[in-house]
Each structure stands twice: as C-alpha cells, then as structure tokens.
C-alpha cells in the first residue's frame, strides 16, 4: 500500500469526530463495510475514480447507494472525499483510520504463518504466550505458507518471531558455512 501524506490527517478527523459523536465502533464498521463494497464492485470504485464523471454526479450516486445504510457522519465524509478529490485514497485512509483505531481501543494486529491452518484452541493457546507487555487485545489471523515447511511464523505489527523450520535450516546453512572458512 502506497504512502499518502494526508491519509492519517483524514483518519485522525473522522476519529475525532466519531469520538466526540459516541459512534467509534459504528464508523469502525461502516469504514470497513464501505471498503469490502469497493474491493467488490468494481463498476462502483471505477466510477468514483474516473475524473470523467463530475463531482456533483458521484455525490449524488452515493447518497442514493448509502443514504440509510451509513450514519450522516460517514456519508458526509464520503462527500468531502469527493468534493476534494480524495476519494481516490480511500483504502489508504480507511487503512489509516483502522491503525488509530486498533491503537485506540488496544488492539494488536498480530498473524502467525504456518504450514498447516491452525485450530481455534492452538490460536488461543499461542495468544496466552504472546508478550504481555503488549497490555493490548490481540486479534490473531492464521495464515499458510507451504514454503516454511514446518514451525511458524508470528509477526506481530512488523516485529517477527520466526520459529520456521526453513529459518532453522537457513541458520543451519550459515553456521556450517562459517566453520568450513574457520578451519
């Protein structure tokens, strides 16, 4: 995802206001709809793209497509994105805005990486023994990656712990290298 400037600045506003409103969770959720629909329909996030198609005309699709779906505060938001031409960086900001969030409400977005999926009870279980400095609710995704061919993977917000068996082989390679140019 590329870097944009502006995308926090937008992020921390709509936060602020939801705050102020009592609606964090509620624009939290409608963030996260109005993203899976654009990932989905794609006719729709051409159109609000295209520089085709005026500004009045995409508010107008928007709020006959929103209007008693999404609160005022997110359908107005959606509105100044496209008055300002910024409807373009809105996964960005959507991204951005779901950081403040987490950091909000403590949450640590962390995956583990493994060869296999995992159970609910081992992602608990491994959740336990997650640092508790983190003083934070983990939301732990279980992904699969066949190339680390055994062990794990856990990255907990960019910082890993690997634990792979391809990491242990990898670090067993090095090791013997660096003795053959001891001896």
Known sequence: MRLVPFAKRYARALLKLAEERGKIEETFQEINFFSKLLQENSRLR?????????????????????????SDLFLNFIRLLILKNRQVYFAEIAQQ????????????????ISVIPLGDEILTEIKRYLPASLKADIMLENRTDADILGGFIID????????????????????????????
């Open 46 to 70: 051409a159109y609000l793209i295209t520089p085709e198609v005026d500004k009045q005309a995409k508010m107008k699709i928007i709020s006959e497509l929103l209007q008693n779906k999404f």
């Open 97 to 112: 805005f779901t950081q403040l969030y987490n950091q909000k409400m403590h949450r640590v977005n962390a995956k583990i």
């Open 156 to 183: 907990i917000e960019g910082k890993a712990i690997d634990a792979s068996l391809r990491q242990q082989l990898n670090d067993l390679k090095a090791g013997l290298k660096k003795k053959a140019i001891t001896v």
